[in-house]
């Protein structure tokens, strides 16, 4: 249950600014100090951001995940990086990411670098003082789960099929969750949207074992999130935007806070909250990230107040629909400021 009710968070990722982007297509022509000060100075960026808006949950915003040779999938040995995506022209989709081969044992000797992540962080941060109405500012790490990642991986002789890959992963991503904790890490978010994605035509059942063998053993040790949305790859969903093949049985999960996708979709299936709520704390998307239409204090106050008829306060997050990486970042900065101003508002009346 939330220390803080009304709480407001984000998912992970924070929209790079222009010069990181000119930067990441050009890495090679950096030293590795210079690559550090660059990763460095973004997350300045993205802190920034996130605090002037007064979140109770920061990230670092995934800025230093710029390019494959500093993703997951570098730090995972047993793979071929593709070198270029299979499509490059043309409206934005998601066969314009490309998949990596496999040719070997999957293994991270050097974790998936989430830590190192999680640390600058903190680093960057400091002695922050509070910002908000709650006792601080709390720092959380993203980290995608292992069925999310085997999605861009090709099955080989030695994986046969993406189950096999996700199994492979578990054991990885469920190491580096234990390294986060051991580090101090004390809110982590396992973002499975894959899950989500393809529950309508996967077993759910299966899925909740994947996720619960995956945090089973920082369960009780760290807040466990998880986001579930639609795909947000260039704005663009991938799956079925319905939450009715996933429950009940994605109630199963062992986390602390589920989030759910909910402004983009006009809050259909909003009363889902209701349930979840009765198990978890559950985040709920209140501002669209695909849309440049920016919420209203008014806006977000009657969302908020929406929710409260489902769910207790302190049971409720308030965060966007998803990572803000595919928004600009004046709209994600507007966007956050009256989410936050909203959500206070509210807030505010409940005292």
Same mark, same amino acid.
């Given at each position: 249950?939330?220390?803080?009710?009304?709480? +407001?968070?984000?998912?992970?990722? =924070?929209?790079?600014?222009?010069?990181?982007?000119?930067?990441?297509?050009?890495?090679? !022509?950096?030293?590795? $100090?210079?690559?550090?000060?660059?990763?460095?100075?973004?997350?300045?960026?993205?802190?920034? $951001?996130?605090?002037?808006?007064?979140?109770?949950?920061?990230?670092?915003?995934?800025?230093?995940?710029?390019?494959?040779?500093?993703?997951?999938?570098?730090?995972?040995?047993?793979?071929?990086?593709?070198?270029?995506?299979?499509?490059?022209?043309?409206?934005?989709?998601?066969?314009?990411?490309?998949?990596?081969?496999?040719?070997?044992?999957?293994?991270?000797?050097?974790?998936?670098?989430?830590?190192?992540?999680?640390?600058?962080?903190?680093?960057?941060?400091?002695?922050? #003082?509070?910002?908000?109405?709650? #006792?601080?500012?709390?720092?959380?790490?993203?980290?995608?789960?292992? =069925?999310?990642?085997?999605? !861009?991986?090709?099955?080989?002789?030695?994986?046969?099929?993406?189950?096999?890959?996700?199994?492979?992963?578990? #054991?990885?991503?469920?190491?580096?969750?234990?390294?986060?904790?051991?580090?101090?890490?004390?809110?982590?978010?396992? $973002?499975?949207?894959?899950?989500?994605? =393809?529950?309508?035509?996967?077993?759910?059942?299966?899925?909740?074992?994947?996720?619960?063998?995956?945090?089973?053993?920082?369960?009780?040790?760290?807040?466990?999130?998880?986001?579930?949305?639609?795909?947000? =790859?260039?704005?663009?969903?991938?799956?079925?935007?319905?939450?009715?093949?996933?429950?009940?049985?994605?109630?199963?999960?062992?986390?602390?806070?589920?989030?759910?996708?909910?402004?983009?979709?006009?809050?259909?299936?909003?009363?889902?909250?209701?349930?979840?709520?009765?198990?978890?704390?559950? %985040?709920?998307?209140?501002?669209?990230?695909?849309?440049?239409?920016?919420?209203?204090?008014?806006?977000? +106050?009657? !969302?908020?107040?929406?929710?409260?008829?489902?769910?207790?306060?302190?049971?409720?997050?308030?965060?966007?629909?998803?990572?803000?990486?595919?928004?600009?970042?004046?709209?994600?900065?507007?966007?956050? %400021?009256?989410?936050?101003?909203?959500?206070?508002?509210?807030?505010?009346?409940?005292?």
């Amino acid at each position: 249950m939330n220390s803080c009710p009304l709480r +407001t968070s984000v998912i992970g990722s =924070y929209p790079f600014p222009g010069w990181l982007e000119l930067a990441s297509n050009q890495l090679d !022509r950096f030293g590795p $100090d210079d690559l550090a000060e660059l990763q460095n100075d973004a997350v300045i960026v993205a802190v920034h $951001d996130q605090l002037e808006s007064g979140l109770d949950v920061i990230t670092d915003g995934e800025q230093t995940r710029l390019d494959f040779n500093l993703s997951f999938y570098g730090y995972i040995d047993g793979i071929d990086l593709e070198s270029s995506p299979p499509r490059r022209w043309g409206p934005p989709a998601h066969d314009q990411r490309g998949k990596h081969r496999v040719k070997g044992e999957l293994k991270a000797p050097r974790g998936l670098g989430a830590v190192e992540e999680f640390e600058r962080l903190r680093r960057v941060v400091g002695g922050i #003082p509070s910002v908000s109405g709650c #006792p601080g500012v709390t720092l959380k790490a993203s980290v995608p789960g292992p =069925y999310t990642l085997s999605g !861009r991986l090709l099955p080989n002789a030695q994986y046969l099929d993406r189950w096999a890959l996700t199994e492979a992963l578990l #054991p990885l991503v469920r190491s580096e969750l234990e390294a986060l904790v051991a580090a101090g890490c004390q809110e982590i978010s396992v $973002d499975e949207p894959s899950m989500s994605c =393809y529950a309508h035509r996967e077993d759910p059942r299966r899925f909740v074992d994947i996720f619960n063998r995956t945090v089973e053993s920082v369960r009780g040790k760290t807040r466990v999130c998880t986001h579930l949305c639609f795909g947000n =790859y260039k704005a663009r969903a991938v799956g079925p935007r319905q939450l009715a093949p996933m429950f009940p049985t994605f109630l199963d999960f062992h986390c602390d806070e589920m989030h759910v996708e909910m402004a983009s979709r006009e809050f259909a299936e909003l009363d889902c909250i209701t349930a979840i709520a009765a198990r978890t704390d559950v %985040a709920v998307g209140i501002v669209d990230v695909k849309s440049y239409y920016i919420e209203s204090v008014d806006d977000i +106050t009657r !969302r908020v107040r929406r929710c409260l008829e489902l769910a207790p306060a302190d049971r409720l997050v308030f965060a966007p629909d998803c990572g803000l990486s595919q928004t600009a970042r004046w709209a994600s900065k507007r966007k956050l %400021a009256t989410m936050v101003a909203g959500v206070h508002q509210v807030r505010r009346e409940l005292v």
